[in-house]
């Protein structure tokens, strides 16, 4: 690597789109070498508006550009931007974190050509203090979310189910299982319990609830650990993207945090 790390992004929606801004806006130690989309055309069209427009490729060419791989796609093209980063021994920056519990073997992948996989935080909070507490024994981890119902619209999960939300009027309790489950059930929406799974003590121990409510403006995720060293509850509430309601506009800020930490001659947190 030199010493200003290249950066390629995997999606160019509202969360690619906001990361790259950023970067070409200018981050020491980083910049942007390369997107990729799934309208190349209309990404093409976008990146005009750059400071230091960059080349729209596929997916499956972005290890050839970055040092870093940030993928902030759908889910269904996740192993294309995630196998080629990782046997190339790239920096691997997934944001579909639930991805890694369908391909639990990347960790593997990356291990065995030198890579890493660095998971921002996302929409979440407290994942150090987790991590902290999984040195010691935690006993139980839980998840309440709470999502205005657009933000669930689509989930493969209400569908299976026949779970309609048009007009709901009152809050209804859409899912309860392990993260596992709930990350394949609602892809777009909990990639932060698989976070939270992956962070403590997996995605078959970590217990979830999914809630649309009509009530509230905010994705909202309370969190409650125990363990032997700490009991803690936690609450956090994202304002949705006007973009894509089903992330928060958190999401690409902790992207952005995250690339900064890789480079920051000082680091806080575990």
């Not at 998840?143 to 493969?156: C, D, E, F, H, I």
């Not at 999914?210 to 909202?220: E, F, G, L």
């Not at 969190?223 to 993207?241: G, H, L, Q, W, Y």
Request: net charge neutral.
């Amino acid at each position: 690597m030199t010493s200003s790390h290249s950066v390629a992004i995997g999606g160019f929606g509202a969360i690619g789109m906001a990361v790259a801004r950023k970067l070409d806006e200018g981050i020491a130690g980083l910049h942007l070498a390369a997107v990729s989309a799934r309208d190349r055309e209309a990404a093409s069209y976008r990146m005009q508006n750059f400071r230091k427009p960059v080349p729209v490729i596929a997916a499956g060419e972005l290890a050839e550009y970055g040092d870093i791989v940030v993928e902030c796609a759908p889910a269904a093209v996740f192993a294309e931007i995630a196998e080629p980063a990782l046997k190339a021994g790239r920096i691997f920056m997934p944001l579909s974190i639930g991805q890694l519990l369908v391909h639990p073997d990347y960790e593997d992948l990356a291990r065995a050509n030198h890579g890493r996989i660095i998971a921002p935080t996302g929409a979440l909070l407290g994942l150090d203090a987790v991590r902290a507490a999984a040195e010691g024994t935690i006993e139980s981890v839980t998840m309440v979310t709470r999502k205005p119902p657009g933000g669930l619209a689509g989930a493969p999960y209400l569908e299976q189910q026949g779970i309609s939300l048009d007009g709901l009027a009152k809050p209804l309790k859409v899912f309860e299982g392990t993260a596992r489950e709930g990350a394949r059930g609602f892809p777009a929406n909990v990639n932060v319990a698989a976070a939270l799974s992956l962070a403590g003590i997996g995605p078959d121990r970590t217990r979830l609830e999914i809630w649309a409510d009509p009530a509230v403006t905010r994705n909202t995720h309370v969190i409650t650990v125990e363990a032997d060293s700490v009991r803690f509850e936690m609450k956090i509430e994202n304002v949705p993207s006007v973009e894509n309601p089903r992330t928060g506009k958190l999401t690409p800020l902790s992207v952005i945090a995250a690339l900064r930490g890789l480079v920051s001659p000082m680091r806080i947190g575990t």
